[in-house]
């Protein structure tokens, strides 16, 4: 048996408001609830979990809801490392940099100094 994990609280306001987003867009198209099970190949019920904030439906089935309703650009951009600030500054820290920061040394004795 599977153990149910229970979501932080802003997870739990994340699933909801994610399910409540993708009802909107299901209700602004006049769409009902079996239509949109119909073309992903669930249940009715399982739309209703999923417009509910179950944290229980799948991830994937999450995604391609969005993707029905033309949030492509919105999904695709989830988790974007380049819209993440600390993790490119701590990178940035622990980068070395390049070279030794000595000056360049010459490969001939400099004349001004003999």
Excluded: C, W
């Amino acid at each position: 048996m599977k153990k149910k994990i229970e979501p932080s609280f802003d997870a739990a306001e994340a699933l909801a408001r994610l399910g409540a987003n993708i009802r909107t867009a299901r209700l602004r198209r006049s769409e009902p609830e079996a239509a949109l099970a119909s073309r992903m190949g669930v249940s009715r019920a399982t739309i209703a979990r999923l417009e509910r904030g179950d944290g229980g439906v799948s991830l994937a089935l999450a995604l391609e809801a969005l993707l029905q309703y033309g949030f492509a650009d919105q999904v695709f951009a989830l988790g974007d490392p380049d819209a993440d600030g600390v993790g490119k500054r701590l990178d940035a820290v622990r980068r070395p940099s390049r070279g030794s920061g000595k000056a360049p040394s010459s490969h001939r004795a400099d004349p001004s100094r003999l």
